[in-house]
């Protein structure tokens, strides 16, 4: 029942250590389902927010030992120490006390609000950080092993979508593609749904999208029962866990199959964007430089070429996205600070988009190596 | 049968949530948890798998037409909601969270929040304002359910059925816990389902229950208990039921399975306690796997039911309310809506 290899669990935990040890961490309480898995292999309930917090867990990492709470025995390394994660708040707060005994900075993810109260009031000595500080750049840059792992995750997904192409005809409703995508990926043997799968029709037109924020390109996220008619332009974003660790994978496709001149003009174009990013892209390059790269292509009088308030580009990796987010709001100046380093895993998801043509959006994941990069992603069909 | 329309539906719980803020003078209520800001504001966004960030993301101000959502899916806004209610996520925290203090500042009373993380408490004690936890406001606010939200949530529950019903049509020697989950999936979506609740789940009774692996095949006489879930117009569904691979469920033990469940609904009264239906399960021998029953609404709901604990909480009319007893390893759910008088089932008896 246990996914994860001995060698890939022990890299990975000594690298959080590092991190803890860098950071001037003593422990680190950790509630995200990736977090946990990262520092301990154990694999929790897979759901919705209500179904964590009917079920919540909890890892508590030291630099000599791991514990979980919360999660079924046979889902946790047998080198693990595994209890029950006591179901009041007063209980539960006790019990991670309990783990974290002398510690007196505690890097903390997060916590319901009436446990996290008792854990402030069980440790009162005790000063709690942000285990992002810890989390996030143990997380950074992958093992050769958690690579493989993005990889294999990618392909199975990409495969899935291909299988489910053929059936984006006039008549279907988005919602009818989500399904057979689902049914596609658990015939693959993935079965855990980390995002809502997306088949949605892309507007054509800015007063088709009355909803959007200005300064991106307008979108539709929410797959819906809309039926399909020939020509509409179907943007598909799907994300999934396999082994953990996240599949992303997008493109657009033509209802019925046959894209229009106008859609090989928009596809055209997102390459343009896609090369100008990769033509950056190496060790060393700054988030700032992928950012303007794609700004160069399309102009900065503009929208910018991707949804407002998502993103250029992100990261991916266990249990789902991940920083550094490229395009938000965060700006240019934070994202000249974001270097590069290999090991770094990226998802680039730039669209394109005309007035009246619609639009085309597609991901490509790659891994940032010590020359350059390694796509993870086959081109999109 | 014409699906509830969830806008209104929304529009009717934003309104129970302002009313128990009204009654427990809380002037803002800031959420963090995806469910719990969908419950609230009415907004739906992507569904992510996940407890949730650490920055809320969802702010209601006491008296304010609509919840201030910041989210990146505005196409996920109901249509009540006004256009200057819904704000682009900021990434940048805060960013993100000056821009709350301004929401609250505007407003008197107490402040409640759903989460605790290091970042948002050192911002929630800026606010120099009482701080409570949100969960008792909004347990106030789930109950009791509108007419339409329980058949928004009897939809739910059938679309989940029916793809559970089609998963364990494909039980059979051989079968792997991940086409079952398949045959799930494509089915829940003929409903208009799309996202399920959770990741579809297969256990094999025997002394215990051990959870069967998503590649790990079923063999000939496996007592297996399926369990899936699924959300439909912004409402949960969750269905559970036993199998056996290539046979079929000893009649004698489905009826003492049932006989415990109708003991356990009788003990589902307005008024009663979770005691009592802890109660009525060790004296029906019914054990548990997880819990042995809780709340339904836009998620799994408290109370959460479990004969591991010793809380006592009073259930409420219009509260809905999964079932999931075990006995002698035959486990499966049912859903009831709890009222002054014997509970009504949602779903048909098995």
């Known amino acids: 029942m246990i996914e994860d290899s001995a060698p890939l669990r022990a890299a990975r935990l000594a690298r959080l250590r590092m991190a803890m040890s860098e950071a001037e ?11 946990l898995r990262y520092a301990t292999g154990a694999v929790a309930v897979h759901g919705d927010s209500s179904v964590e917090a009917a079920r919540p867990f909890a890892a508590v990492v030291t630099s000599r030992s791991a514990y979980v709470l919360g999660v079924e025995r046979e889902r946790v390394p047998s080198e693990v120490e595994a209890a029950p994660l ?107 749904c980390h995002v809502e799968p997306l ?22 996220e929410l797959t819906s029962d809309r039926t399909l008619a020939g020509g509409d332009q179907v943007m598909i974003d799907t994300g999934m866990l396999h082994a953990g660790y996240m599949s992303d994978v997008g493109c657009t496709w033509s209802c019925g199959g046959e894209p229009s001149a106008a859609d090989r003009a928009l596809r055209s174009r997102w390459q343009e964007i896609l090369e100008a990013v990769l033509a950056v892209c190496r060790p060393g390059a700054t988030a700032a430089d992928l950012h303007r790269a794609a700004r160069g292509v399309t102009g900065t009088e503009g929208p910018a070429p991707w949804p407002v308030p998502l993103y250029l580009a992100h ?29 770094m895993v990226l998802l680039l998801e730039p669209c394109a988009w005309e007035e009246g043509r619609g639009g085309y959006r597609a991901e490509q994941a790659l891994v940032v190596t010590a020359s350059g990069y390694e796509l993870l992603s086959t081109p999109p069909p | ?38 419950f609230a504001s009415g907004a739906r966004r ?48 805060e960013r993100q969270l000056a821009r709350i203090a301004e929401l609250v500042a505007a407003t008197r009373g107490a402040v409640a929040c759903d989460v605790l993380a290091p970042a948002l408490r050192t911002f929630l004690d800026r606010l120099g304002r009482e701080i409570v936890d949100a969960a008792p406001l909004l347990a106030e606010a789930a109950a009791p359910r509108t007419p339409g939200e329980i058949a928004a949530i009897t939809a739910a529950l059938a679309a989940a059925r029916t793809g559970l019903d089609a998963a364990a049509a494909a039980v059979r020697t051989g079968v792997t816990p991940a086409r079952l989950v398949a045959a799930f999936a494509e089915t829940m979506t003929a409903t208009g389902s799309g996202f399920p609740l959770g990741e579809g789940r297969v256990w094999r009774a025997g002394p215990g229950f051990t959870r069967v692996a998503s590649g790990e095949t079923c063999a000939p006489g496996d007592l ?17 039921v036993s199998v056996v691979c290539d046979g079929s469920l000893d009649p004698a033990r489905r009826r003492r399975w049932f006989t415990a469940l109708c003991a356990i609904a009788r003990q589902c009264r307005a008024g009663r306690s979770t005691a009592a239906v802890r109660d009525a399960a060790r004296a029906a021998g019914a054990t548990q796997l997880g819990l042995l029953a809780h709340g339904l609404g836009v998620g799994i709901e408290p ?22 007893p075990v006995v002698e390893g035959v486990r499966a759910t049912r859903a009831l809506v709890v009222r002054d008088g014997a509970a009504r089932w949602l779903e048909p008896a098995p």
């Open chain 1, 25 to 35: 961490v003593d422990a680190l309480v950790l509630t995200h389902a990736g977090s």
């Open chain 1, 86 to 192: 006591p179901r009041t708040s007063r209980a539960a707060a006790e019990a991670l006390a309990d783990l974290l005994g002398s510690a007196r900075t505690v890097g903390l993810e997060r916590l319901a609000f009436a446990t996290g109260v008792a854990l402030e009031t069980a440790l009162p000595g005790a000063r709690f950080v942000p285990a992002e500080g810890v989390t996030l750049p143990a997380r950074a840059i992958k093992t050769p092993e958690e690579i493989a792992l993005l990889r294999e995750a990618q392909h199975l997904n990409e495969a899935a979508v291909a299988e489910v192409l053929p059936a984006i005809v006039p008549g279907v409703r988005e919602v009818e593609l989500t399904g057979r995508f689902l049914a596609a990926m658990a015939r693959r043997g993935v079965t855990a």
């Open chain 1, 199 to 220: 088949w949605c029709v892309f507007p054509r037109r800015r007063a088709d999208a009355p909803w959007c924020f200005s300064g991106g390109v307008p979108y539709r």
């Open chain 1, 315 to 343: 990261g991916i990796g266990i249990g789902g996205v991940e920083p550094p987010f490229i395009g938000t709001d965060l700006g240019l100046a934070a994202e000249e600070s974001v270097l590069l380093a290999p090991g």
């Open chain 2, 1 to 38: 049968m014409s699906r509830p329309d969830p806008a209104a539906l929304a529009r009717e719980r934003y309104g129970r949530v302002q009313a128990a803020m009204a009654r427990r003078q809380v002037g803002a209520l800031l959420l963090a948890t995806p469910h719990l800001a969908l």
């Open chain 2, 46 to 93: 992507v569904q992510v798998a996940g407890s949730g960030g650490t920055v809320p993301t969802t702010v209601v101000t006491a008296g304010a037409p609509a919840a201030v959502v910041f989210t990146p899916d505005p196409d996920g806004a109901p249509p009540w909601m006004p256009r200057t209610a819904i704000e682009p996520l900021r990434w940048d925290r």
């Open chain 2, 224 to 240: 297996l208990a399926l369990e899936f879930g699924t959300y439909l117009d912004g409402h949960a569904g969750v269905a559970g």
């Open chain 2, 303 to 324: 109370p959460l039911v479990d004969l591991q604990m010793d809380d006592d909480r009073s259930l409420h009319a219009g509260s809905v309310l999964v079932l999931a």
